[in-house]
């Protein structure tokens, strides 16, 4: 079974700080998406990276995809008290786009 | 234009009931997954339908939990004798095709307490 661990759990940060989120997996992905969920809301979808080494960008979001395609990394800079929320990365396993691998989260405040 | 829709938005069963959480996904989504999300946690995969044909169920926690799409649009999640630990948000989640997209566009969940 493929695991995608995330890393920290929980963040609380002063608003202007930078923080980096990592997602990391001893199997390779063949995708891997980054979704934001905010309380009594379903997650939505921030960005999805597909090639390794790929780099996007989503204003202060930084979103990074490993070499090999078995992590990822979330970097926000100068954060605002609206970038409050749930982190979660997804992979998708390669030749099984029906189901995509979960990771737990990371909880982040950002305090004004 | 809507988005996917759930329903009930809360829902409190007593110990032993049976319940029915209703999704409506965007129109036209071909691939309907449901999920099980326990607070401040990653959701879990339980079900995966491809219009009608529920083709993975292998989340699915026991035999008390039942989902159907009968027409390939509507999708209903049905626990039966609820018990405490089934207590948790479920998420309802749409995607265009079966194909190589695969952003799921998600629902707002039904939070179920079991008392």
């Known amino acids: 079974t493929q695991l995608l661990e995330q890393s920290p759990q929980f963040l609380s940060i002063q608003e202007g700080e930078n923080l980096t989120v990592y997602c990391n997996s001893s199997?390779?992905?063949?995708?891997l998406q980054w979704y934001r969920q905010e309380p009594g809301e379903g997650p939505v979808l921030l960005v999805t990276?597909?090639?390794g080494g790929e780099v996007k960008k989503l204003k202060r979001l930084t979103f990074q995809f490993g070499d090999a395609r078995k992590d990822s990394s979330l970097h926000i800079t100068a954060a605002q008290p609206g970038d409050t929320g749930l982190y979660l990365c997804a992979g998708a396993e390669i030749g099984n786009n029906r189901k995509l691998i979960w990771g737990l989260g990371t909880s982040l405040a950002v305090n004004p | 234009g809507a988005g996917v829709s759930q329903s009930p938005r809360y829902k409190v069963a007593k110990r032993g009931q049976d319940v029915a959480l209703r999704c409506d996904p965007i129109?036209?989504?071909?691939?309907l997954f449901w999920y099980q999300q326990a607070l401040g946690q990653g959701p879990e995969f339980l079900t995966y339908f491809q219009n009608e044909a529920q083709l993975d169920k292998s989340g699915l926690p026991s035999d008390r939990f039942f989902a159907e799409r009968p027409e390939g649009s509507v999708s209903t999640l049905k626990i039966q004798r609820t018990q405490q630990e089934d207590s948790a948000v479920y998420l309802c989640?749409?995607?265009?095709?079966?194909?190589?997209?695969?952003?799921?566009?998600f629902g707002p969940g039904t939070r179920l307490t079991v008392t």
């Open positions: 129109s036209g989504h071909v691939s």
């Open positions: 990276v597909v090639t």
């Open positions: 989640a749409s995607r265009p095709t079966s194909g190589a997209s695969y952003e799921q566009y």
């Open positions: 199997s390779v992905f063949s995708s």
